[in-house]
T-cell receptor, first 116, second 114 residues
Framework: DPKIIQKPKYLVAVTGSEKILICEQYLGHNAMYWYRQSAKKPLEFMFSYSYQKLMDNQTASSRFQPQSSKKNHLDLQITALKPDDSATYFC???????????????FGAGTRLSVL | GDSVTQTEGLVTLTEGLPVMLNCTYQTAYSTFLFWYVQHLNEAPKLLLKSSTDNKRTEHQGFHATLHKSSSSFHLQKSSAQLSDSALYYCALTSPNTGYQNFYFGKGTSLTVIP
């Protein structure tokens, strides 16, 4: 069973509209992240949260707003969508600590967004 | 700041030949190094992870050794298979620095041909 759930898997939007990408993790992790991957480009870090607080933001545009309503949720709201926003958006999570599975980033399956 | 540099771009290999993808890094802290593999239309998945100097780490036929003296964590495999065709990312994290962030290289696209 997937432990990081992203919804929806595919999303088609029109230019100028607003969408919310959902992410929930059931790994008990304290840190959550958003990454973007455009076609034929490398992974691009967007945001990191720890205990529901924003820790790092490498997204230049304020049109991208993460929202953390619960410890294991980190949604991504995107407003005024543009065709250049078309990409796969990956949510990820991690937990600091000394255990074997800790200090490791785990990814959700992604939401593929197409903006027309 | 922390950074990762890896063999960039495309690497094409004939099946059965050895694989070596380079990764070097820069950090001022103790660190974990990773290799992630991303197959087409899938999410990146952990392939290898290490924080121990000079210790070989192996998984699914791949191996890497963290060398702190040269800040390297090269990915190797003795014999490439068609199913190894994927995008490979080297990454690092430095825990206990206030918050945990992960730094990725730009990825290496490996194509294995018959």
């Amino acid at each position: 069973d997937p432990k990081i759930i992203q919804k929806p898997k595919y999303l088609v939007a029109v230019t100028g509209s607003e969408k919310i990408l959902i992410c929930e993790q059931y790994l008990g992790h304290n840190a959550m992240y958003w990454y973007r991957q455009s076609a034929k480009k490398p992974l691009e870090f967007m945001f990191s949260y720890s205990y529901q607080k924003l820790m790092d933001n490498q997204t230049a545009s304020s049109r991208f707003q993460p929202q953390s309503s619960k410890k294991n949720h980190l949604d991504l709201q995107i407003t005024a969508l543009k065709p250049d926003d078309s990409a796969t958006y990956f949510c990820a999570s991690s937990q600091e600590g000394g255990g074997r599975s800790q200090n490791t980033l785990y990814f959700g399956a992604g939401t593929r967004l197409s903006v027309l | 700041g922390d950074s990762v540099t890896q063999t960039e771009g495309l690497v094409t290999l004939t099946e059965g030949l050895p694989v070596m993808l380079n990764c070097t890094y820069q950090t001022a802290y103790s660190t974990f190094l990773f290799w992630y593999v991303q197959h087409l239309n899938e999410a990146p998945k952990l392939l290898l992870k290490s924080s121990t100097d000079n210790k070989r780490t192996e998984h699914q036929g791949f191996h890497a050794t963290l060398h702190k003296s040269s800040s390297s964590f090269h990915l190797q495999k003795s014999s490439a298979q068609l199913s190894d065709s994927a995008l490979y990312y080297c990454a690092l994290t430095s825990p206990n620095t206030g918050y945990q962030n992960f730094y990725f290289g730009k990825g290496t696209s490996l194509t294995v041909i018959p």
